[in-house]
């Protein structure tokens, strides 16, 4: 089983709602094939992000309306996104092109599948070490909406209960350091969440999202 929490900073609050990070739970959860999204957004230009709040509800609501497969539901939200922001930039003024960099999460059972596109930043933590995760590949090093093409860098991980997958803003990623990270990831994921948000005291913006596998018959 996974237990999944979030938080996000807004001009050094933290608030329950944010721009920057969306859950989009599967409204059929009698089923077996149950799988939620979980969206965090990066803005990658001066004044993206007046657009992160739609785009992330645009990618949530895409997803659960499209998914034949988690990681084809996953790229066709990310690739509609993609579109409609190539459309504004191609009518807009350079200074008034916007895009932005995404990671977002699909969970399955005990599956979790990440997709990273342009500025963004996840970490593995398995069997007491940290892995740091960014997109590799060139189609995905981009941010979304700026380049006519784009393909989203997947990865899949298999959890076992103690891993935790965090998805974290580039610049919150930055300032955590990796001995008290790897500290807090090995807490509880209820115990975890409010470590890692301690540490991000002084962010003015961020965001970050918790996907932490928990011993089979804990609560989710």
């Known amino acids: 089983m996974v237990w999944v929490g979030q938080f996000g900073v807004v001009d050094g609050e933290a608030r329950e709602d944010t721009p920057w990070v969306g859950v989009y739970r599967d409204e059929h959860r009698d089923e077996e094939d ?14 993206s992000e007046e657009f992160t709040g739609e785009m992330k509800d645009a990618i949530g609501e895409n997803f659960h309306e499209s998914k034949l497969s988690l990681t084809g539901g996953m790229l066709r939200a990310l ?28 969970v399955q ?13 996840a970490v593995y933590f398995h069997d007491g070490k940290l892995q740091e995760i960014e997109p590799q590949v060139p189609e995905a090093k981009e941010a979304l909406g700026l380049e006519d093409e784009f393909y989203p860098e997947f990865r899949r991980f298999e959890l076992t209960p103690g891993d935790r997958l965090l998805l ?11 001995p008290e990270l790897a500290e807090a990831l090995a807490l509880t994921g209820e115990q975890a ?4 948000y301690r540490q991000a005291q002084g962010q003015q913006n961020c965001a970050a999202v918790l996907v932490a ?6 609560s989710e």
């Open 34 to 47: 149950v799988s939620d999204l979980y969206v965090l957004v990066e803005p990658a230009l001066p004044g």
């Open 109 to 121: 059972g005990n599956e979790a599948y990440l997709a990273q596109v342009g500025p963004s930043r």
């Open 213 to 218: 596998a928990t011993p089979a018959g804990d």
């Open 79 to 106: 690739r509609s996104a993609h579109d409609s922001l190539r459309d504004w930039n191609r009518r807009s003024l350079v200074q008034h092109r916007v895009a932005a960099g995404i990671s977002c999460v699909a």
């Open 168 to 178: 974290l803003s580039p610049g919150l990623g930055e300032a955590l350091a990796g």
């Open 193 to 196: 969440l409010p470590e890692i």
